[in-house]
């Protein structure tokens, strides 16, 4: 029996994003068991899926000696194949303990192509996959192992019963015809101005909208005073499971370039991405129809925490107008 083990222990969109290789083990490996070493805050992410035998939860609090102890404790799992879906120092210290050079199992690591991420950021070389698709830079890795089919089934996700009573019942008021916004992003100059969101809720007249975001995002409560009767501004009232929670209960969801845009394509939802200086977001599924200028300053970081290099500054997002958004809702709902 093959007895795999995810490297993987952070951040919020990179775990949703590796999520999408769960199911191409099992598809292919029928009685493999698959365990998951992950940062202890973000475990509740991945208990969600049923493909996962085992959860191990890593404390950054007991540093380098806990991390260190840890993976000689792993070390005795016998592990057949080992998958470094991380490739920083934390995964390079586990992975050399647990299978040095790939001794005693097969070993795969994700690569992050420095080297071609500063020949793109910094002179505009792209000798990366153009658009970069978030999913398939997980899969793509995997092909070594002749893992090429990652087909999950959309529902095949199980969120605690109490999680998801809850968040039906904070969407309980919403209509046929409502949307998920993700109008936050941990760097400003990711986020689509305050004010074509609110532009957009006013375009929309028959549409209700819940907005996900964190608890210093207070930002998104002037979005929803535009429409008090129609917006439920969620805000920093709901845990990180609870986000993916709602949004797994969503119709529809539009996003910057975030980790729960990530969560819509895990789940195979329609939705529009709003792509600005960012590089490695774009989503796989055939559901969300990316909005991205492709501007010759495109993509110019990492994260969206560099300062815009234009005049104009983010016009690769100010230039994407809450019309366009609005006329692709208007096309994607049935009247």
Partial sequence: MEKILIIRLSSIGDIIQCMSVTAGFKNHYADCEVHWIVRKDLASLLRIDPRIDRLIEFDREDGMGGLIKLALALK???????????????SNVLKTIICPFGIGSQLITRRKERLKRMLLFNFQINLLPNPFRAFESFRKPLNKWDITNFYTPHNNWVFPEKTEEKCQDLLKGQSSKSIT??????????????????????????????????????????????????????AGKTSLLESFCVTSLSKYVISGDTGFLHAADLFDLPGCAIMGPTAFGFPTGEKMKVFNLGLPCQP?????NTKCKLKEIKKC????????????????FPK
Avoid at 76 to 90: C, L, P, Q
Avoid at 191 to 201: D, E, F, G, H
């Fill in 76 to 90: 005795k799992e016998g592990y057949t194949r080992v998958y470094d879906a991380h490739s920083n120092i934390r």
């Fill in 181 to 234: 916004l993700v109008p936050s992003a941990a760097w400003e100059l990711k986020r689509w101005p305050v004010a074509y969101w609110k532009k957009l809720i006013a375009l929309l007249p028959d549409f209700h909208f819940t907005i996900l975001a964190g608890p210093d995002d207070h930002f998104c409560q002037d979005i929803a005073d535009s429409a008090p009767d129609r917006v439920l501004n969620l």
């Fill in 300 to 304: 110019c970081s990492k994260h969206g």
């Fill in 317 to 332: 997002l100010v230039d994407i107008t809450p019309e366009q958004i609005a006329a692709e809702v208007k096309r994607s």
